[in-house]
Structure formats: C-alpha cells, structure tokens
Nanobody, 122 residues
Framework: QVHLVESGGGLVQAGGSLRLSCAAS????????MGWFRQAPGKEREFVAA????????SYGDSVSGRFIISRDNAKNTVFLQMNSLKPEDTAVYYC???????????????WGQGTQVTVSS
C-alpha cells in the first residue's frame, strides 16, 4: 500500500517555474515506478512524466518534453516534477501516481494522490 500526497502547486506567470513534490508513505516506495499526470477542466487526464523505480529510465509527454524534469529521492520517499518555461496551457490539477512498471497509461497506475492545482497566468 502506498499513500501519496502532492504539494508545491500554485499560481505562476507564464515563463516561470514551479517544483511539485509527491511524498509517499509505505516501505516499498522504492520499488514503484512513479508518474505525473494532469487534468484540466473539461479535458481527459493527460500523461506528463514517469520514472522507473531506479530512476534509470524516464518518459515525458510530448507537450512537456524539454521543459519538465521528473526526479526522485528514494531515501526520502519523494518524487519531484520540476516545471520550467510554464505556459497557460499547463494549467491543470497535477497528480502523482505509483505503479509497478513505467507506463503512460493512467488506468494502469495503482495508487494516486489527491492532486495539486497549478495555474499559469498569461
């Protein structure tokens, strides 16, 4: 069982940066691949980024590749999402999720956080 809590969301101007954190409870955090997804009002949940349990492999959504960076600290049971060059279209609720394998498919993830709001003003 893994319990996830996101933090770090907020309001930022276009071109700015934010760093999201996702703190996990559970002794087996280091065995899970971790992903970030986002959902804007009226839209489907979108894959943002994911990382294997070791951190050796990452995957990014096309709309954020080159701007966002996913990382993790297994010693602190935390995964991060560094978001740079933010755009108004990045506005959404951001969720972290845990799964046994790295995948872009939201329905494959076993555990989800409650989400944190990110708003980018133009």
């Amino acid at each position: 069982q893994v319990h996830l809590v996101e933090s770090g969301g907020g309001l930022v101007q276009a071109g700015g940066s934010l760093r999201l954190s996702c703190a996990a409870s559970g002794r087996t955090f280091s065995r899970y691949a971790m992903g970030w997804f986002r959902q804007a009002p009226g839209k489907e949940r979108e894959f943002v980024a994911a990382m294997t349990w070791s951190g050796g492999r990452t995957s990014y959504g096309d709309s954020v590749s080159g701007r966002f960076i996913i990382s993790r600290d297994n010693a602190k049971n935390t995964v991060f999402l560094q978001m740079n060059s933010l755009k108004p279209e990045d506005t959404a609720v951001y969720y972290c999720a845990a799964n046994s394998i790295l995948t872009r498919v939201a329905t494959a993830y076993d555990y989800w956080g409650q989400g944190t709001q990110v708003t980018v003003s133009s």
